[in-house]
């Protein structure tokens, strides 16, 4: 079962590409006199994958050129050209692509349950008998062994969520979550925390996710200095999808915020399609007509 991603787990359920876009530096599109974008010219640079904790053939047999290839449509359709020309490119945009490892992925979930499991539930002990000095021992009390938690156990569990913090807050600046993740914090115990919740049970998924960070191509080249003027970062849950399908789909919906500020986190369902079978009809062969 660990072998590929498993269905979803509620018939409906949408499913819903994040995206977050910034502009850095001033950067902005310029226009054409009739509104459109003005062509930009660039060149790819493999940034590379980050490897799943499971194995998914959907996404592991993919190289760099075959997701590649698929971002080209969408970065043509916003006027990102491709150049062969060094003289004449003016962006290098990076390609990191791959799949992250949320907490309720079975290795980091079976961390936490075997924390969980240790702390067993402790029975206090009866209350002393009426007219009695609250100091005086009680007769019949529990062992003095069950009456507190074992310190090592809490540790443990202390350990447990920090590690869980730590993953989702790793996972939320990777996927461009951070922001938003930051403007919901201290909502837990609020009418509001349903969107930090909305928002943590994304990061402890696994997500597969594309990140575009497009570079000053004539700077780098010529002076060997980094200079990032945009950069898109896209994901999807891993889990009942498949990263080689999804992934123009995927880049389709993030298109429209290329070389832009989302000014946070986006996040858009994916329209699901649907096919209908009418009624089963036989067609008889056409006449060849003769010579």
Same mark, same amino acid.
């Given at each position: 079962?660990?072998?590929?991603?498993?269905?979803?787990?509620?018939?409906?359920?949408?499913? +819903?590409?994040?995206?977050?876009?910034?502009?850095?530096?001033?950067?902005?599109?310029?226009?054409?006199?009739?509104?459109?974008?003005?062509?930009?010219?660039?060149?790819?640079?493999?940034?590379?994958?980050?490897?799943?904790?499971?194995?998914?053939?959907?996404?592991?047999?993919?190289?760099?050129?075959?997701?590649?290839?698929? +971002?080209?449509?969408?970065?043509? #359709?916003?006027?990102?050209?491709?150049? %062969?020309?060094?003289?004449?490119?003016?962006?290098?945009?990076?390609?990191?692509?791959?799949?992250?490892?949320?907490?309720?992925?079975?290795?980091?979930?079976?961390?936490?349950?075997?924390?969980?499991?240790?702390?067993?539930?402790?029975?206090?002990?009866?209350?002393?008998?009426?007219? %009695? *000095?609250?100091?005086?021992?009680?007769?019949?009390?529990?062992?003095?062994?069950?009456?507190?938690?074992?310190?090592?156990?809490?540790?443990?569990?202390?350990?447990?969520?920090?590690?869980?913090?730590?993953?989702?807050?790793?996972?939320?600046?990777?996927?461009?979550?951070?922001? #938003?993740?930051?403007?919901?914090?201290?909502?837990?115990?609020?009418?509001?925390?349903?969107?930090?919740?909305?928002?943590?049970?994304?990061?402890?998924?696994?997500?597969?996710?594309?990140?575009?960070?497009?570079?000053?191509?004539?700077?780098?080249?010529?002076?060997?200095? *980094?200079?990032?003027?945009?950069?898109?970062? +896209?994901?999807?849950?891993?889990?009942?999808?498949?990263?080689?399908?999804?992934?123009?789909?995927?880049?389709?919906?993030? %298109?429209?915020?290329?070389?832009?500020?989302?000014?946070?986190?986006?996040?858009?369902? +994916?329209?699901?399609?649907?096919? #209908?079978?009418?009624?089963?009809?036989?067609?008889?062969?056409?006449?060849?007509? #003769?010579?």
């Amino acid at each position: 079962m660990l072998a590929c991603p498993s269905s979803r787990a509620a018939a409906g359920e949408e499913e +819903i590409v994040a995206v977050a876009s910034r502009a850095w530096k001033g950067y902005v599109r310029a226009k054409l006199p009739d509104g459109s974008p003005q062509p930009e010219t660039y060149a790819f640079g493999n940034g590379g994958r980050i490897s799943g904790p499971i194995v998914d053939d959907t996404i592991d047999k993919l190289d760099f050129k075959d997701v590649a290839q698929i +971002i080209a449509g969408p970065l043509a #359709e916003r006027k990102y050209v491709a150049a %062969s020309d060094p003289n004449k490119t003016t962006l290098l945009i990076m390609v990191y692509w791959g799949t992250t490892t949320g907490a309720k992925d079975p290795s980091n979930k079976a961390t936490y349950d075997a924390a969980q499991s240790t702390q067993s539930v402790v029975t206090p002990p009866p209350p002393p008998p009426s007219g %009695s *000095h609250p100091s005086a021992p009680a007769t019949g009390g529990a062992p003095k062994a069950t009456q507190s938690i074992d310190q090592n156990s809490l540790e443990l569990m202390l350990m447990a969520n920090q590690q869980r913090d730590s993953n989702d807050t790793r996972n939320a600046m990777l996927l461009g979550y951070d922001s #938003e993740l930051a403007a919901t914090f201290g909502l837990e115990n609020t009418p509001l925390r349903s969107s930090r919740e909305s928002l943590i049970n994304d990061l402890e998924d696994n997500r597969y996710f594309v990140v575009l960070m497009a570079y000053d191509f004539q700077l780098l080249w010529k002076e060997k200095k *980094h200079k990032l003027l945009w950069e898109t970062r +896209i994901s999807l849950r891993q889990r009942g999808n498949d990263f080689g399908k999804r992934l123009p789909t995927m880049m389709l919906t993030a %298109s429209k915020y290329f070389g832009s500020d989302t000014d946070g986190l986006v996040r858009n369902p +994916i329209p699901e399609g649907r096919v #209908e079978i009418g009624e089963v009809r036989v067609l008889e062969p056409t006449p060849t007509p #003769e010579k």
